[in-house]
């Protein structure tokens, strides 16, 4: 009997284990390796999860390797992961829903989707906010009022975020806000 209890015992704390190693999983940390410098960035895949899952597929597959920062705003935000440097677009996979309305608000430092004007288009391009861009904010399931969704955060290399935001920009092509000098992307990597 007393080794029937000892065996429930360590299945107890053995489940309780893989509870709280799960429950308290880290969140995927990348980062970011700019000809500027690097960026590292925490994902958000309870938050969103879809939107988590479809940019960790661009980057295990190594997609934004040579991509380049291609549309800068200073004091509005950096858009990358699209084009490479010769303002080629890449060839992307299906989009995926649009996870704007998981709390997350577009504050500074914070990453997010890039998308047309259909809410649910965002495939691989995204965007780090340079300040708190409220009208960017999910207020409504309204096509026109459902936001961008945000699924991860800078904790290191702001500082690179906001060299890239100060690059001088011009016109390349159809394109306004392309640095004049190209940003690229080496590569994005878990650490």
Known sequence: MR??????????LSSSALI???AFAANPLLVIETNHGNIVVELYPEKAPKTVANFMQYVNSGFYKDTIFHRVINRFMIQGGGFTADMTEKKTRAPV???AGNGLLNEVGTLAMARTSDPD????QFFINLENNQFLNYQSPAPELIGYCVFGRVLKGMDVVRD???????????FSDVPKSPIVINQIKPM
């Open 97 to 99: 829903i649009n996870e």
């Open 3 to 12: 080794k029937l209890y000892t065996f429930l015992l360590l299945a107890l």
């Open 121 to 124: 288009s965002a495939t691989a």
């Open 164 to 174: 890239i935001a100060a690059t001088p920009t011009g016109f390349s092509g159809q």
């Open 20 to 22: 709280s190693q799960s």
